[in-house]
């Protein structure tokens, strides 16, 4: 039992020292060593809304954490250096005023997680930096930006890529583009998404980072207790405010 308990207490010092002695990387704005923190700061707020751990505080040696418009896609190795993943899909509803999320996690299979794990390390898609820092990496104002967060046992990564689709004769640009497409394959993302779809229960919600709503055919029954419980989500946050 002594033993136990002694082992118990190793792993949770030696995790908690992870999390302490890790050094954080972000993107440097282009041109300058000052941090781009814009989408650092917008992520902080949907782990917490998404219940998702920091990766700066993982206790794991090997925890990547990667966001393509409505989905996140979590992969770590556990403490018995086992490969396990989550695949989050959310929506957040359009309309005036505040707005709601809605989210379902999903397990990654272990076949799938080994396969995104080979992705990552035929690819080194982990060595290529944020697109600020790649001279040829264009950007524009629609588009897509794609969020990688990495950690292992010293250091914790965060980088961005805007829309490598478009950007022509960037040698990372097709390979962020190779990887992507794979991960949406092999993780199933489309049948996910379409599964997913039915349970979103706002009428129009944004699709990635704002860029459009899409509109779902309701009945007007069905409009109708959506606007009900509108409503009552604001009164509760009027509520709130009363009471601060």
Not at 58 to 67: A, E, K
Not at 164 to 179: L, T
Not at 221 to 226: A, S, V
Request: charged share 25%; with cysteine.
């Amino acid at each position: 039992m002594n033993y136990l308990i002694s082992l118990l207490l190793i792993c949770y010092i030696s995790q908690a020292g992870l999390a302490q002695n890790r050094k954080i990387h972000l993107p440097k704005s282009r041109g300058s060593d000052t941090p781009e923190t814009f989408w650092y700061s917008l992520l902080q707020e949907r782990i917490k809304k998404f219940e998702l751990s920091h990766l700066q505080d993982s206790p794991h040696q090997f925890h990547l954490r990667l966001w393509t418009g409505n989905e996140i896609l979590d992969i770590w190795k556990n403490q018995q250096n086992i490969l396990e993943g989550s695949l989050i899909m959310w929506a957040k509803e359009y309309a005036d005023g505040p707005s709601r999320h809605f989210f379902k996690k999903y397990q990654v299979s272990s076949n799938q997680v080994a396969q995104v794990k080979n992705l990552i390390d035929s690819t080194q898609v982990l060595t290529i930096p944020s697109d600020s820092e790649i001279a040829k990496w264009r950007f524009g104002c629609d588009g897509i930006t794609y969020k990688i967060e990495f950690s292992d046992a010293k250091n914790y990564y965060f980088k961005t890529y805007w829309t490598p689709s478009i950007q022509k004769d960037v040698a990372e640009a097709k390979i962020m583009r190779y990887f992507i497409q794979k991960i949406r394959e092999k993780v199933n993302y489309e049948l996910l998404w379409r599964a997913f779809t039915p349970h979103i229960p706002y009428p129009s919600y944004i699709i990635g980072d704002g860029s459009y709503a899409s509109v779902a055919v309701w009945s007007q029954e069905k409009i109708n207790l959506y606007r009900q419980k509108r409503r009552e989500y604001l009164k509760s946050l009027k509520k709130k405010k009363r009471k601060k």
